[in-house]
Nanobody
Framework: QVQVVESGGGLVQPGGSLRLSCAAS????????RAWYRQIPGKLRELVAS???????NYADSVKGRFAISRDINKNTVNLQMNNRKPEDTAVYYC??????????WGQGTQVAVSS
């Protein structure tokens, strides 16, 4: 059984940095896509950043230049480095890994808050 676990959430002050990590355990097929989403209560889940199997990245306009997604190509992991955080970055962050054979796997989410 595959489990996806996020870690690294917490409270930071505006302008601070935080790094989220995500790892999938268990047998999982070849991963073609990895991404981080976030959700604020009452709003739809939105894509924050993604990285495909070739290393191409995509970012939401609101985080460009501040966030960086990365992965370990030999492991089922994906990370999100968040710099210069703003109060509007407060949300629950979810990671997802897409397997070519098994579909999408999601983590349970990790809370990130930005407040002075």
């Amino acid at each position: 059984q595959v489990q996806v676990v996020e870690s690294g959430g917490g409270l930071v002050q505006p302008g601070g940095s935080l790094r989220l990590s995500c790892a999938a355990s268990g047998v999982i097929g070849s991963i073609s896509f990895r991404a981080w989403y976030r959700q604020i209560p009452g709003k739809l889940r939105e894509l924050v950043a993604s990285i495909d199997s070739g290393g191409s990245t995509n970012y939401a306009d609101s985080v460009k230049g501040r966030f960086a997604i990365s992965r370990d190509i030999n492991k089922n992991t994906v990370n999100l480095q968040m710099n210069n955080r703003k109060p509007e970055d407060t949300a629950v962050y979810y990671c997802t890994l897409r397997s070519r054979t098994d579909g999408d796997y999601w983590g349970q989410g990790t809370q990130v808050a930005v407040s002075s």
